[in-house]
């Protein structure tokens, strides 16, 4: 296929190419599947970035198939797909790929016993994903409003049945937490420590970037000396679970994201199609920048380019 040479001389030269009204026919009429990160380009904080649904709607229209793959561990499938109605988006659960997902269907693969529990450094979504998939989840935004009292011979009691820690985004986050993902991972026998993703910023409002899962992942690797298993972007585990559900060709698939290192490192380690978006983390300049080895095949300012360059 004609697209997919040009793309592999792009690679070799580390060149990106921006979307234009020459390029953009040949390249959508070659996507059957889209994939959308979510936080920097479908939306920001729970404000959708300028003419997502216009865009969206016109891919479908078009016969694409549309999912949705986010790292954000805050919601379910269930809960985003309640967002996206919102927002004025009509999306269904099936096409919703959150690493909270990910977290509980990678336990699920492994056939983690369902008798242990797991304790969670994060939100509600990664709670109800554990208990959807069967698994009985500890901790949460529960454990957030509890507090260490750090006096002479003080003894941290925890759950020895845990048998898998899951750290993903969590504003609520305190000592109590890392106290006790350090003592299941580091004193109870085979203990998984499985985090969602580790972004090191993310959009929690529309106007500024906070502090994101990678911060919760690197203070419980402080503490117990030990690496995670990341189950979402850019690990291989979530798009391998994708293609179970979509068995498309990843060649006629397009990861569409705002991330070098999560969104289109995910999408070149599968085969994708990559269109990079800058209407979230990443600038032009730094994916100019002589240092960055990651280059998506495309890039574009926002979403709504890609209409904008159909209609011309």
Known sequence: MEGRAESGTDDEKNVARPLTSDNIRSFVDSVDAFLFDCDGVI?????????????LNVLRSMGKNIIFVTNNSTKSRKQYAKKFLRLGLSVSEEEIFCSSFAAAM?????????????YVV??????EELEIAGFKG???????????DLKPNCYFEHDKNVGAVVVGFDHYINFYKLQYANLCIRENPGCLFIATNRDA????????????????????????????????KPSTFMMDFLLKRFPFDTSKMCMVGDRLDTDILFGKNAGCRTLLV????????TLEDPSNEIHPEYYSGKLSDVLDLLEE
């Open 122 to 127: 994060g939100e509600e979504g990664i709670l």
């Open 201 to 232: 910023v993310g959009h929690m409002t529309d106007l500024q970037e906070w502090p994101g899962s990678g911060t919760m992942v690197a203070a419980v690797c402080g503490s117990t000396q030990k690496e995670p298993i990341v189950v979402g």
């Open 106 to 118: 990678f336990l699920k693969v492994n056939e983690f016993p369902p008798d242990k529990k797991v």
């Open 138 to 148: 500890i901790g949460g935004p529960e454990d957030g409003k509890k507090l260490v």
């Open 278 to 285: 800058l209407s979230g983390v990443t600038s032009l300049s």
């Open 43 to 55: 939306w920001k904080g729970n404000k959708l970035i300028d003419r997502v649904t216009e865009t």
